[in-house]
């Protein structure tokens, strides 16, 4: 079902100074065993199409180029053309702009993505909100996920995070959304 990485590599010839989708499945094959090819297919993908380079930014993440990678994820950002896919892939980048202390960049990304009203781009939008202290967005974004995936767990999360620490207004929207369910 997995052809060898090195069979291939001879196969996609030269179909490989141009098509970005050989290169990807390269870099796929690659991860058994060829860790810097990986590296090289997703580098030459990333730079001939920005829908590509989500997956060489998760890479440098996981080798602790952050920098590096948050570039790349801000270009994936800009220039993917599948909006559902980006929001669903700039968690990361959201929360590294956050750490920085670049928050107006943080929310312009997470309210971008959570325009799509993918899941991971309201739930992206809301865990920023919540870590600063802006609730009504968050719960306004929560609210969104509950309608329009059918998940009112992570509003009932936010509810319970929110009356343990103290906050016992949420207890009647808590009981609301319990009734409701």
């Known amino acids: 079902p997995r052809p060898p990485y090195p069979a291939m590599l001879e ?11 050989s290169m990807w499945t390269l870099a796929d094959l ?11 297919w997703l580098t030459q993908a990333c730079e001939i199409d920005g829908d590509f380079c989500a997956d060489l930014a998760a890479l440098l993440v996981g080798q602790g180029e952050d920098e590096a990678a948050a570039k ?12 559902i896919a980006v929001a669903n892939k700039v968690e990361w980048l959201v929360e590294y702009d ?11 990304i997470a309210r971008d ?14 865990s920023l909100a919540e870590e600063t202290g802006d609730l009504e967005e968050a719960e306004k974004a ?8 059918a998940g009112a767990e992570d509003l009932f999360a ?7 620490g103290g906050e016992p207004r949420y207890e009647a929207s808590r009981d609301a959304l319990l009734e409701e369910v």
């Open 11 to 21: 196969a996609y010839g030269p179909a490989l100074s141009w098509d970005v989708r």
């Open 30 to 40: 690659a991860t058994e065993g060829h860790p810097k090819e990986r590296r090289r």
């Open 72 to 83: 790349l994820y801000r270009r994936y950002w800009r220039e993917g053309t599948d909006r």
């Open 98 to 108: 956050r750490q920085q202390g670049n928050l107006e960049s943080a929310f312009e």
């Open 113 to 126: 993505a959570a325009a799509t009203d993918s899941r991971d781009g309201l739930g992206t939008l809301a």
């Open 142 to 149: 929560l609210r969104r996920i509950a309608h329009r995936h």
């Open 158 to 164: 936010f509810y319970g995070r929110r009356i343990a």
